[in-house]
């Protein structure tokens, strides 16, 4: 599976390269695709100047979509892979602060870098430890030191299991606990009042019909199952 950008949302999704060469693939939901075909011209950024340009979507199903001209597309053909890479990247004057990649980057998600347009992709920080110390080992993955997603800083990156990345998460701070849970129906101070009535006599039941949520939640606070972090 390759990566691509839906031409409408501009979110990252898989497709299969073969979709990619006769020209579909480009929207990432029948939703897309329809508001494609009746949106009329859209804009889209040249991979290789950066400039927004205007394109039909029936462009979009033959993949002309990538460059703003002939001439574009022709550059992406001759340009190394690597150097069009570092032309991406904003590099800092000292030697502390983060190395910063210049195209955007979907919402909660790493930047991509496209090595071939439409059939090679992978994680801008991934491809900047390639360049620099070679091929990455089976298993393991490139962490950031800063913290800071869009960095591609060699000095910056460093090689671990995804089990050091989740050790990394806990010891920065970083994983998701608590009312930061998209699925946290809690805040911190509700929990911390919920474990005061508990202690005051008040009875499960009543608890989650005041907060709403079920008995088992109630159970889970009392219990320290969940919420640990909460005194």
Not at 176 to 200: D, H, N, P, W, Y
Request: charged residues 25%; hydrophobic residues 35%.
């Amino acid at each position: 599976m390759a990566s691509a950008i839906c031409s409408q949302c501009q979110k990252h999704f898989s497709v299969r390269p073969s979709r990619l060469r006769n020209g579909q693939g480009r929207c990432c939901s029948r939703f897309c695709a329809a508001i494609a075909r009746i949106s009329g011209p859209t804009e889209n950024t040249c991979l290789i100047c950066h400039v927004r340009f205007s394109i039909r979507p029936s462009q979009y199903r033959i993949g002309k979509d990538r460059y703003c001209s002939r001439s574009c597309a022709n550059s992406a053909r001759a340009i190394p892979s690597d150097i069009r890479f570092w032309r991406l990247v904003q590099k800092s004057n000292d030697g502390h602060d983060c190395w910063l990649w210049k195209q955007p980057k979907a919402d909660g998600n790493y930047p991509i870098f496209v090595i071939k347009a439409g059939r090679l992709s992978m994680p801008a920080h991934r491809f900047s430890w390639i360049l620099t110390f070679g091929e990455i080992p089976d298993g393991l993955c490139v962490l950031h030191r800063c913290d800071v997603r869009h960095c591609v800083k060699p000095a910056h990156l460093f090689l671990g299991t995804h089990q050091d990345n989740s050790d990394d998460a806990v010891r920065k701070n970083r994983q998701a606990k608590g009312s930061r849970c998209a699925r946290s129906k809690l805040t911190e101070l509700q929990v911390a009042e919920i474990r005061s009535k508990l202690a005051a006599g008040a009875s499960s039941s009543t608890l989650a019909n005041l907060y709403k949520v079920t008995v088992g939640t109630i159970y889970h606070i009392q219990r320290r199952f969940t919420w640990k972090h909460i005194a």
